[in-house]
């Protein structure tokens, strides 16, 4: 934590409790931005793969069904998800 935000955090408790209360929403609406921001990177970053995958599988050619297709999604989507979970 940098010293100027410190500072700040030090002199708060000493505010009355509407303050503190409006600092605590003003920190919170600050953090759901940045979890969005995230939660919207990790989104493009699974597009970037489905359209590489994609792009290979339209070089190789072949024939699949749009249940095979998918299927397929399906199990890729799970296997990420799992994974930015920690399972």
Partial sequence: MNKKLES???RVRTWPDAAQ???????AAIEEKIV??????EEE???AALRETINRSIERGG????EEVEVSVAARLDAWERRRKGA
């Fill in 45 to 47: 970053t699974k597009l």
């Fill in 21 to 27: 209360d409006e600092a605590a929403r003003a920190l």
């Fill in 8 to 10: 700040i955090i030090d």
């Fill in 63 to 66: 024939s699949f069904t749009d």
């Fill in 36 to 41: 969005r921001r995230k939660l919207t990177s």
